[in-house]
């Protein structure tokens, strides 16, 4: 059983960064799109940014662009996300999550890590 864990989340100041990191073991993991998602209390999954397997495509949140990076070690089966000049409305609870096509909807996706915290203080 294949499963993603995520792992980078934190307490950090305002303006500072974090980089999170997404591992993906087991089957089915190989030529997936992975994503980024996030959701803050009382709110609903927020997407954050999506690359392709050969790293062709990448796609941002408008809240987040200019801010983050995404990228990927497919030799380690691992994507990160970088996340610079962080604001308080960054807070979320982050996940990675993997699909074979792609999508930025959250249903677009089939397999889901459980979630890293990240929290950002004013």
């Known amino acids: 059983q294949g499963q993603l864990v995520e792992s980078g989340g934190g307490l950090v100041q305002a303006g500072g960064s974090l980089r999170l990191s997404c591992a993906a073991s087991?089957?089915?993991?190989?030529?997936?799109?992975s994503g980024w998602f996030r959701r803050a209390p009382g709110k609903e999954r927020q997407f954050v940014a999506a690359?392709?397997?050969?790293?062709?495509?990448?796609s941002y949140a408008d809240s987040v662009k200019g801010r983050c990076s995404i990228s990927r070690d497919n030799a380690k089966n691992t994507v990160y996300l970088q996340m610079n000049s962080l604001k308080p409305e960054d807070t979320a609870v982050y996940y990675c999550?993997?699909?074979?096509?792609?999508?930025?909807?959250?249903?677009?996706?089939?397999?889901w890590g459980q979630g890293t915290q990240v929290t950002v203080s004013s």
């Open positions: 999550a993997a699909t074979w096509g792609w999508s930025t909807r959250a249903d677009g996706y089939g397999y």
């Open positions: 087991g089957r089915p993991f190989s030529n997936y799109t």
């Open positions: 690359i392709s397997w050969s790293g062709g495509a990448i």
